[in-house]
Each structure stands twice: as structure tokens, then as C-alpha cells.
């Protein structure tokens, strides 16, 4: 049962151009959600997060969009460069819990120069 | 130059034998985890542990053992009662607090013949 979904395994979007990923949830106790970029052979890397009190975060070329009552949460990057390519993991997790996060499959975001 | 140490980056193993995969952290986190990825399968919680000689186990932790006798060490034992043992191990640690993201070290590929 997969509580993190990222239904699209992949994306290729022009160097530029504005590339959204996105993320879908299951558990109404999922409160802090992050998203995190990784190349091959390498571990992920932290690039944003979001908690559910907000709808929106941003962090230079990166935002992330929350929306609680779709259980739907996308990353936007703007604009897209080639150094983007990588899969993203969206993760989810509960401040009630033992703080452990629950990780998505990935998407494989791919910038066209 | 604060981060996590895993190694040896590439390991392999004769089918039978347990393995033990290094994880060292001097960023002073209490929260250490440990993380299977395989293909189209995203990351895969094993074990973690919040605290010095405590610890909890993750989704698929049939055939792994950990132990945690120091805050800066998580070492994972892969037993030959693991089916399919090959794989790529990320360990991660994390400040405890509300909504703090889990840093992630280098990862061992291990390959077991």
C-alpha cells in the first residue's frame, strides 16, 4: 500500500521551461512533506519542504505547492537547467510519530538542453 | 567538514555470508536510518534509530540487524537470511525537532554472487 505516490516515473521538459513534478498522499496524518533530488550512484539530497500549516513554500528556482485537501503536493522548478536532471523523491511524514518519512518511487526529470 | 561516511562504496559477497555496511556521522544527529533502494522501488525504510541503544524496525526489516552503541555510528548487518540482499544502502541521520529533513550519506552498493 503505497501511502506516497509519484505517478509519472518520468519527465522531460526544454531547458528553461518550467518543470513540475508531483506527488500524491494517502495518510491524513502525513503533516511535514520534502522533497529531495538524486543523481545515479549517489545519496538524495535535500532540496525543500513543506509543513501542512502552508499552502506554499519557495526556495529560489524551487516552490512547492501543498494542497491538503487533494492530498497533492507538486514541486515547481523555474527555469529548468540541464544540472536539474536527476530523480526527485517526495517524502511525507508525521510529528506525531517517530519522525521516520515515507518516500515516493521518484520521478526521473530529464532538461533538455 | 561535517557529513556521513559510508563505506566501502561497492561491496561484494558470497551468497551465505553476512555483511556488515558501514554508517558514521559527525554532524551530532540523535536520528539514524537506514534505506534500501532498488530499481522502480524508491527507498525502502530498514531500521532506524532515535536514540543511542534504541531502535525500531523499519517496513522490510526481515534478514538486516543493526545495532547503535554510539550516537555517531548505525552499522547494518545484511544476514544470509536476506533473500535478495543486492541492492543499493543509504543511511541518513537527522536532527531531532519538528520537520528537520534526514541527511543522507553516499550509499554502498552491495552485490551478492
Known amino acids: 500500500d503505497q501511502q506516497v505516490k509519484q505517478n509519472s516515473p518520468s519527465l522531460s521538459v526544454q531547458e528553461g521551461r518550467i518543470s513540475i513534478l508531483n506527488c500524491d498522499y494517502t495518510?491524513?496524518?502525513?503533516?511535514?512533506f520534502l522533497w529531495y533530488k538524486k543523481y545515479p550512484a549517489e545519496g538524495p539530497t535535500f532540496l525543500i519542504s513543506?509543513?501542512?500549516?502552508?499552502d506554499k513554500n519557495e526556495d529560489g528556482r524551487f516552490t512547492v505547492f501543498l494542497n491538503k485537501s487533494a492530498k497533492h503536493l507538486s514541486l515547481h522548478i523555474v527555469p529548468s537547467q540541464p544540472g536539474d536532471s536527476a530523480v526527485y523523491f517526495c517524502?511525507?511524514?508525521?510529528?506525531?510519530?517517530?519522525?521516520?518519512?515515507?518516500f515516493g518511487i521518484g520521478t526521473k526529470l530529464q532538461v533538455i538542453p | 567538514d561535517g557529513g556521513i561516511t559510508q563505506s566501502p562504496k561497492y561491496l561484494f559477497r558470497k551468497e551465505g555470508q553476512n555483511v556488515t555496511l558501514s554508517c558514521e556521522q559527525n554532524?551530532?544527529?540523535?536520528?539514524m536510518y537506514w534505506y534500501r533502494q532498488d530499481p522502480g522501488q524508491g527507498l525502502r525504510l530498514i531500521y532506524y534509530?532515535?536514540?543511542?541503544?534504541?531502535?525500531q524496525k523499519g517496513d522490510i526489516a526481515e534478514g538486516y540487524s543493526v545495532s547503535r552503541e554510539k550516537k555517531e555510528s548505525f552499522p547494518l548487518t545484511v544476514t544470509s537470511a536476506q533473500k535478495n540482499p543486492t541492492a543499493f544502502y543509504l543511511c541518513?541521520?537527522?536532527?531531532?525537532?519538528?520537520?528537520?529533513?534526514?541527511?543522507f550519506g553516499p550509499g554502498t552498493r552491495l552485490t551478492v554472487l
Open positions: 541518513a541521520s537527522r536532527r531531532t525537532g519538528l520537520y528537520n529533513e534526514q541527511f
Open positions: 495518510n491524513s496524518m502525513f503533516d511535514y
Open positions: 513543506i509543513s501542512s500549516i502552508k
Open positions: 517524502a511525507a511524514g508525521s510529528s506525531g510519530g517517530y519522525q521516520k518519512v515515507t
Open positions: 554532524l551530532n544527529h540523535d536520528a
Open positions: 534509530s532515535q536514540i543511542v541503544n534504541d531502535f
